[in-house]
């Protein structure tokens, strides 16, 4: 488990410049945060060492006392199907949108989590990285129907990002 920590961390901790070549990531205008917590599926995102050989992979964000946010993912492992946790907390870095965060799950490591799409209902989010090394596709149910995975994968890669990378996760939910 320390090893999925510290993947996670380093991982996370990756240069958040978007190159010479890339025009800046664009987050959604606002989120209410109140709106966003509760539980997420991963329905597809670049593949990372942190969540190498997981399926059924979730976030669950609650608020802290403190008005930070608890994060706690999980995925099975399918090498021996047992389940594992990463717990961290985020914080908001951009208070005037709400939309960028940043995350944290092993001191003193922390990560960029921009909400750059979101549905209307907040039935669906996506969180990227400024430098496009990190993507992930949420929904609030295990499946995604397809028409708006595919309007998704459409805005992607309007935002410069190489939608061929993406891995769905296997969801049994």
Same mark, same amino acid.
């Given at each position: 488990?320390?090893?999925?920590?510290?993947?996670?961390?380093?991982?996370?901790?990756?240069?958040?410049?978007?190159?010479?070549?890339?025009?800046?990531?664009?987050?959604?205008?606002?989120?209410?945060?109140?709106?966003?917590?509760?539980r997420w599926y991963e329905i597809a995102a670049f593949p990372q060492r942190f969540e190498k050989g997981c399926?059924?992979?979730?976030?669950?964000? /609650?608020?802290? #006392?403190?008005? &930070?946010? %608890? $994060?706690? *993912?999980?995925?099975?492992?399918?090498?021996? +199907?047992?389940?594992?946790?990463?717990?961290?907390?985020?914080?908001?870095?951009?208070?005037?949108?709400?939309?960028?965060?940043?995350?944290?799950?092993?001191?003193?490591?922390?990560?960029?989590?921009?909400?750059?799409?979101?549905?209307?209902?907040?039935e669906y989010a996506v969180v990227g990285h400024p430098a496009r090394t990190y993507l992930w596709i949420l /929904?609030?149910? #295990?499946?995604? &129907?397809? %028409? $708006?995975? *595919?309007?998704?994968?459409?805005?992607?890669? +309007?935002?410069?990002?190489?939608?061929?990378?993406?891995?769905?996760?296997?969801?049994?939910?």
């Amino acid at each position: 488990m320390h090893s999925l920590l510290l993947g996670l961390t380093i991982a996370m901790t990756a240069p958040g410049a978007a190159g010479p070549d890339l025009p800046p990531l664009q987050t959604v205008p606002h989120v209410d945060l109140n709106r966003y917590l509760g539980r997420w599926y991963e329905i597809a995102a670049f593949p990372q060492r942190f969540e190498k050989g997981c399926t059924e992979t979730t976030a669950t964000y /609650s608020l802290r #006392p403190d008005g &930070d946010i %608890a $994060v706690m *993912n999980e995925c099975v492992d399918c090498r021996n +199907g047992k389940r594992r946790i990463a717990r961290g907390k985020a914080w908001v870095t951009d208070r005037a949108t709400m939309a960028k965060l940043r995350v944290r799950f092993f001191w003193p490591f922390s990560g960029a989590y921009w909400i750059i799409d979101l549905g209307h209902d907040y039935e669906y989010a996506v969180v990227g990285h400024p430098a496009r090394t990190y993507l992930w596709i949420l /929904s609030r149910t #295990p499946k995604m &129907d397809d %028409a $708006v995975y *595919n309007a998704i994968l459409k805005r992607l890669t +309007g935002a410069s990002y190489d939608v061929t990378k993406l891995v769905k996760t296997k969801q049994t939910g």
